[in-house]
Structures are given as C-alpha cells and as structure tokens.
C-alpha cells in the first residue's frame, strides 16, 4: 500500500479535491488528503498526503505560505478576483510610487474579512454556496499574519506582481482588494501561484502527469515534513516494543525539545516531545 507525501505543482482549473480525487486512482489508497487548499485558478505548491501520511495534515496546515500574486487595479470583481462577475471598471492611473507607499499598511498582523466566495463555514454552510444563491451574510474578520509583501514588475496587461509570504488563512484575493480599495480605484487578483508551503517550494513539485508516470516513486516519506527536528533511535528491540505499545521512553540523555523518532531497523516511528528525559508521542506513524 502506498504511504508518503507528494508535492503537486497544482495547475490551473483543478480544485485541490480534484487532484486528491485523481491520486487516489493512482495510488489506488482511500486515504488521500491535502494540506491549504488552492482554488481553481491558482496554481503551485500543493502537498498531498497519501496513506498512514495522512496523519501528518494537521501539522503541515499551519507553517508560513508563499505566493507570487498578479493585482489588476481599476477593476472591481463579485468574487475579488478576475474569474467573477465586474461590479466596477475604472482607469487606474496609480503610479509604483503610490503602490509602494501603501503596502506597508498590508503587512504584520491584521484583520482580515474572508470572501463570500470563500471555502468557510458559517453556521455549518461554506460562503460560496451562499454566494452562488445570491446570499450576503455578514462575516467575522480574521486575523492573519503578513510577514513580507514585495511589488515586482508589471507585465505586460499593466497588472501589477506581488511576492506574498504570510499565516494561514490569509486570503490573497482579498488583499488584492483591499490594496485596490487603499488606493481609491479598486482591484481583484488576476493570477495565483504559490510557491512555498510546509516548507516545500515548487523545485521539490511535480505535474500531475509526472505523478501518474512516477507512481509510489513520486511519494516521499512522511518524515520529511518533519524533516527540521532532530532524529532520535531508539537504542533495542525492547524500547522500540514499548513505543509501539504507547509508552513513554525514558532517556536521559536526551534534551529537551521535539523529535523524530526511528526504530532500530530506520523505521520512522513518531514525532514525540522530550521533557526532563521521557520522550512522549505527539503522533504515531507506524502501522497497527
């Protein structure tokens, strides 16, 4: 059965279920899920998990994300970005002077309103099905985290770039519409690409039609998104027996900190947390 992580350079037009639906038809494995979901337009990094992996989503969620981001000023979308229905068409004569002056106002931490079109949940309904049906409902602001914001160049529509690297749950479109808005003419997000999660980046992605030619070769271990903590082996048969039957392991050696944690043989047993020389599991990743 197949186990492990892979990296999808998600393209465009493909939910993030659909990848998980096509990977489980490769992997033939039920168990098949993703960490940050992407929209359709977007493209880039997306981690997939596969297998007993699938245990290991919650703690690829929360890391910092990066995207190169494309900002259409002068246009107003239902959506904030350019797939939805225009509300609003001006010219936007802002110069890289004005848009650099506000960008500071975008970064660290700060609230931010989620779009109605947007996967969240109020009183159990996602918000875009509640658009879809023409529904408005009023939404809570969020707070995100924006650790840096760059402007590249323009390309050649006049659309602006954007280097973004921020919290989970931080929604890019609606920047787009809120720097629009700073400036007094509007703006969506007119293309995506995310280009680091979980502490991947797309020189570690594949295409989907990589995936399938690869098949289990693609996957790589669960380990490696743990791959920033120290390794510990445990020293015989006996304590590998007792991490397996969910004890403690004592070591007293060991400093204090979080740990990978192998079997004799290699074989990756946990992430588990050492206090005062007892290492505890945070997750098991063996099988039962």
């Known amino acids: 059965m197949a186990d492990g992580i892979i990296i999808i350079d998600k393209p465009a037009g493909w939910t993030s279920m659909d990848v998980c639906a096509k990977l489980r038809g490769v992997y033939r494995e039920k168990r098949v899920g993703h960490a940050g979901t992407l929209d359709p337009m977007a493209t880039g990094v997306l981690p997939v998990f596969v297998g007993q992996a699938t245990k290991a989503v919650p703690f690829a969620e929360d890391g ?53 079109y947007s996967a969240v949940k109020i009183n159990g ?74 502490g991947w980046t797309l020189d570690e992605a594949v295409s989907l039609d990589e995936a399938v030619a690869r098949g289990a070769a693609a996957l790589q271990s669960v380990d490696s998104l743990f791959r920033s903590y120290p390794a510990y082996r445990v020293p015989s048969a006996e304590a590998e027996r007792r991490a397996r039957c969910g004890n403690p392991l004592r070591d007293r050696r060991v400093p204090d900190g979080v740990y990978r944690v192998y079997a004799p043989d290699g074989a990756f047993l946990s992430l588990s947390r050492c206090e005062d020389g007892v290492l505890r599991s945070i997750r098991n990743f063996f099988s039962v």
């Open 64 to 116: 910092t994300k990066e995207y190169v981001a494309r900002l259409r000023l002068g246009v107003v979308t239902d959506t904030q970005d350019t797939e939805g229905t225009v509300l609003q068409a001006v010219p936007a004569a802002v110069t890289e002077e004005a848009l650099r002056a506000v960008l500071p106002r975008f970064t660290g931490e700060l609230e931010q309103l989620p779009p109605m």
């Open 125 to 198: 309904q996602r918000l875009y099905a509640l658009a879809r049906r023409g529904v408005a409902i009023e939404r809570k602001p969020r707070r995100v985290t924006i650790e840096a914001l760059d402007l590249l160049s323009p390309d050649g529509t006049g659309d602006w770039g954007l280097r973004v690297r921020c919290s989970k749950g931080t929604y890019i479109r609606a920047l787009c519409h809120d720097l629009g808005a700073a400036l007094g003419c509007g703006g969506c997000m007119s293309a995506l690409r995310r280009t680091a999660a979980a």
